[in-house]
Every structure is written in structure tokens, then in C-alpha cells.
């Protein structure tokens, strides 16, 4: 899976996102699909964005936060 090994930092505005977990998206921090035409058994992290500021999202795929880094990826 193309998991990378540092986080994306996105300026979000309000409203509900559908964040990639299987790391396949070509349109990453988003979910654009992939998940289900590659068969990765994994399925897009829902969330509601309340606030618009800036996020820093995970995509090593390991953070205990999803879907926000919590420096998981320089731990391992
Ligand atoms: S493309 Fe990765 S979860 Fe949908």
C-alpha cells in the first residue's frame, strides 16, 4: 500500500470529509475511491470538520487518532 511516512497538512474548511486510510488515493488527505476498485478491504474515515484552520493528517496509517498524525510515523 503507498502509505508514506510523514503526515499532510491541509487547510480544512467546516463540513463532514472522507479521509483516505488505505493510502491508495490519488487525491490524498481525501478519499477518491481507490480503496474499493484496488480490493484494500478498507474504507474512508468520516469526519466533521468544525473549525477552519489548518490539520495535520495521517497517512502512515498507524496514528491511534485517526484521522489526525499523532507522531506515530517517527516512532516506528
Ligand atoms: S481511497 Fe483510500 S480509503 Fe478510499
Redesign the pocket.
Known amino acids: 500500500m503507498a502509505y508514506e511516512n510523514s503526515p499532510i497538512f491541509v487547510d480544512e474548511t467546516p463540513g463532514i470529509k ?8 490519488s487525491n490524498k488527505p481525501y ?6 476498485a484496488k480490493g ?1 478491504g ?4 468520516e469526519f466533521m470538520i468544525e473549525e477552519e484552520r489548518r490539520y495535520v493528517i495521517c497517512d502512515c496509517g498507524k496514528t491511534g487518532n485517526s484521522p489526525f498524525c499523532d507522531g506515530t510515523h517517527s516512532r516506528s
Not at 472522507?18 to 488515493?25: D, L
Not at 478519499?31 to 474499493?36: F, M, T
Open positions: 472522507h479521509y483516505c486510510t488505505c493510502g491508495e488515493s478519499c477518491d475511491g481507490s480503496h474499493s484494500t478498507k474504507t474512508p474515515k
